[in-house]
């Protein structure tokens, strides 16, 4: 059984940084894609960023160029800095594992694992 417990998350100023790490028990962590996904209050979940076995990544428009995803393949940790935070990325946001190809992708339905998710609160 694979298990995602996200952490990191917390209340900072616009422009401020935060890393959100990702810890995956269970399973072969370097053999997995992995995403990380954000749900603000009353609106859908939503993709912000992936990263296949294979190191290569995918960013949403919203956040690329501030977030950066990126994983410890010996300390089964994916991690997810995010720079130049803005209000609008007030969420929660959730980690997930895709454990059948180890792809990339920025679609949830291919995700198999979640994580209970970690909250970020950008104040203006």
């Known amino acids: 059984q694979v298990q995602l417990v996200e952490s990191g998350g917390g209340l900072v100023q616009a422009g401020d940084s935060l890393r959100l790490t990702c810890t995956v028990s269970g399973g072969t962590f370097d053999r997995y894609g992995m995403g990380w996904f954000r749900q603000a209050p009353g609106k859908p979940r939503e993709f912000v960023a992936t990263m296949g076995r294979a190191v290569n990544t995918y960013y949403s428009d919203s956040v690329k160029g501030r977030f950066t995803i990126s994983r410890d393949n010996a300390k089964n940790l994916l991690f997810l800095q995010m720079n130049f935070l803005k209000p609008e990325d007030t969420a929660v946001y959730y980690c997930?594992?895709?454990?059948?190809?180890?792809?990339?992708?920025?679609?949830?339905?291919?995700?198999?694992?979640w994580g209970q998710g970690t909250q970020v609160t950008v104040s203006s």
């Open positions: 997930a594992a895709e454990t059948s190809t180890g792809l990339l992708s920025s679609r949830a339905h291919r995700y198999s694992y």
